[in-house]
Nanobody, 122 residues
Framework: QAQLVESGGGSAQPGGSLRLSCAAS????????MGWYRQAPGKERELVAT???????KYADSVKGRFTISSDSAKNTVYLQLNSLKPEDTAVYYC????????????????WGQGTQVTVSS
């Protein structure tokens, strides 16, 4: 079964940058979509950005022009570059993998990472 290992969270000042990464491990044949979601205290989890196997990307309006999602299919890894950070970007960021298939299994799976904290404050 795949595991998602996230890294790169931490603290930054407003206007600063961080880079998140999430690697899926296991005998993975393909992944349809990888993405990032976030959940701030007292709020529901929301989509931040997704990228498909065909490199089609989607962003929340609140992060367009500031965050960039990318992936390395050979490494089954997705990245999120967070620039021009704002205090309202403070949240736990979760990696999501959707439509994952193993070499030995034709079924599609969805997995979530454990979450990584991003805190933006001066």
């Amino acid at each position: 079964q795949a595991q998602l290992v996230e890294s790169g969270g931490g603290s930054a000042q407003p206007g600063g940058s961080l880079r998140l990464s999430c690697a899926a491990s296991g005998s993975i044949f393909s992944i349809n979509t990888m993405g990032w979601y976030r959940q701030a205290p007292g709020k529901e989890r929301e989509l931040v950005a997704t990228i498909t196997s065909g490199d089609n990307t989607k962003y929340a309006d609140s992060v367009k022009g500031r965050f960039t999602i990318s992936s390395d299919s050979a490494k089954n890894t997705v990245y999120l570059q967070l620039n021009s950070l704002k205090p309202e970007d403070t949240a736990v960021y979760y990696c999501n993998v959707d439509g994952l298939r193993y070499y030995s299994d034709l079924r599609y799976y969805t997995f979530w990472g454990q979450g990584t904290q991003v805190t933006v404050s001066s």
